[in-house]
């Protein structure tokens, strides 16, 4: 199994920086590629970045492409999201998620059914 810890959350005005960390410990060579979700307060799940965990291919929501940056450290399990200029409308639980589908091990995953490995979640407000 792998387990996934997110940390790097907190309260930040409009415009400032956050940087989120994905920690994956258990059967990490399995994972095939990683991604980050956010879900705000009565709204659903959506996708906010994606990295393949062998290559070097990323994708991002058009909400967030230009200001965050998603990127891994693969010497320690872990998985970034950059978060800079951020929005009121950047609050949310971000979560990180790993799927050990090797039929992704070169493509960014975007939808969540794909990911059968998430994390409990951190939160991330973001002050006007």
């Known amino acids: 199994q792998v387990q996934l810890v997110e940390s790097g959350g907190g309260l930040v005005r409009a415009g400032g920086s956050l940087r989120l960390s994905c920690a994956a410990s258990g059967r990490t060579f399995s994972i095939y590629a990683m991604g980050w979700f956010r879900q705000a307060p009565g709204k659903e799940r959506e996708f906010v970045a994606a990295?393949?965990?062998?290559?070097?291919?990323?994708y991002y929501a058009d909400s967030v492409k230009g200001r965050f940056t998603i990127s891994r450290d693969n010497a320690k399990n872990t998985v970034y999201l950059q978060m800079n200029s951020l929005k009121p409308e950047d609050t949310a639980v971000y979560y990180c998620?790993?799927?050990?589908?090797?039929?992704?091990?070169?493509?960014?995953?975007?939808?969540?059914?794909?990911?059968?490995?998430w994390g409990q979640g951190t939160q991330v407000t973001v002050s006007s």
């Open positions: 990295i393949t965990w062998r290559g070097s291919s990323t």
């Open positions: 998620a790993a799927t050990k589908n090797a039929a992704y091990g070169t493509i960014v995953v975007v939808s969540p059914t794909v990911y059968d490995c």
